[in-house]
C-alpha cells in the first residue's frame, strides 16, 4: 500500500490567489510526479522531480512552479490561480517500477 | 513523440459478458501500466507489463503485451458491476538517460449493466 498524500483535497478559490497544493510521500522514492487531470480525460504530466533539488517541466505547459527541498515533500504552487487552472491536479511518487497516486486536489477558481 | 491510443472510449456492456480494451502505442517503450479509477477518485495500479508476450491476471482482468505489434489489451471476463470504472493505460517513455515518465492513453469509461 502506497503512503501519498494530497491537501487539500478539494479548495474552491477566487482568482488572483496563490496557491500551494501540497504532496507528501513516506516511501523514500526519489521520483515524484504532479499532473493535470481534467474530468473524463487523460493524465498530463506538468511536473517530475528525480530527487533533491532536482525539478523539471512535464509535457504539458503549465503557470504552476514545484520545488524539492526534502525527498518526502513536493508541493506544486499558482502564483496567481485564474479560472483557466481549474482542474484535478494528481501527484504521484515512484520506486522505479511504478507510480503510486494520491487521491489528488480538486481545484476551483472562481 | 510517444503517443497513446486506447479504444473504445466507452464501453457499455452486460455483467457476464467478456470483452477486450486496446491500447495502441506510436514507439519503442520499456514498460506498460494498466489502471483504474473510479469516480472522482485517485488511479489504482492494475498491471506492469515488462517484455514482449507478458500476462498478467488478477481477477476478471487479464492484461497483455505485444511490443512488436506496440499493442497492449486487457480483457475483462464475465463482467460485474464492481468493475465500471475508467480505464487508462500507460507507456514509460524515454527521454535521455531519463526514464519512468508515463504517456497516459484516453481512458476507456466502463459501464457494466446489470
Known amino acids: 500500500e502506497a503512503d501519498i498524500y494530497q491537501t487539500p483535497r478539494y479548495l474552491v478559490i477566487g482568482t488572483g490567489k496563490k496557491i500551494t497544493l501540497e504532496c507528501s510521500q513516506t516511501?523514500?522514492?526519489?521520483?515524484m510526479y504532479w499532473y493535470q487531470q481534467d474530468p473524463g480525460m487523460e493524465l498530463h504530466l506538468i511536473h517530475y522531480?528525480?530527487?533533491?533539488?532536482?525539478?523539471e517541466k512535464g509535457d504539458l505547459s503549465s503557470e504552476s512552479t514545484v520545488s524539492r527541498i526534502r525527498t518526502e515533500h513536493f508541493p506544486l504552487t499558482l502564483e496567481s490561480a485564474r479560472p483557466s487552472h481549474t482542474s484535478q491536479y494528481l501527484c504521484?511518487?515512484?520506486?522505479?517500477?511504478?507510480?503510486?497516486f494520491g487521491d489528488g486536489t480538486r481545484l476551483s477558481i472562481l | 513523440e510517444l503517443k497513446v491510443e486506447q479504444n473504445p472510449l466507452f464501453l457499455s456492456m452486460q455483467e457476464g459478458k467478456n470483452y477486450t480494451i486496446y491500447c495502441n502505442y506510436s514507439t519503442t517503450s520499456d514498460r506498460l501500466y494498466w489502471y483504474r479509477q473510479d469516480p472522482g477518485k485517485s488511479l489504482e495500479s492494475l498491471f506492469v507489463l515488462l517484455s514482449n508476450g507478458a500476462v498478467k491476471q488478477e481477477g476478471r482482468l487479464m492484461a497483455s503485451l505485444d511490443t512488436k505489434a506496440r499493442l497492449s489489451t486487457l480483457h475483462i471476463t464475465a463482467a460485474v458491476h464492481d468493475l465500471s470504472a475508467t480505464y487508462f493505460c500507460a507507456v514509460e517513455g524515454r527521454y535521455g538517460g531519463a526514464t519512468n515518465k508515463l504517456i497516459f492513453g484516453t481512458g476507456t469509461l466502463l459501464a457494466v449493466q446489470p
Open positions: 516511501m523514500g522514492h526519489d521520483k
Open positions: 522531480s528525480y530527487g533533491v533539488n532536482s525539478t
Open positions: 504521484a511518487s515512484s520506486d522505479g517500477q511504478t507510480q503510486h
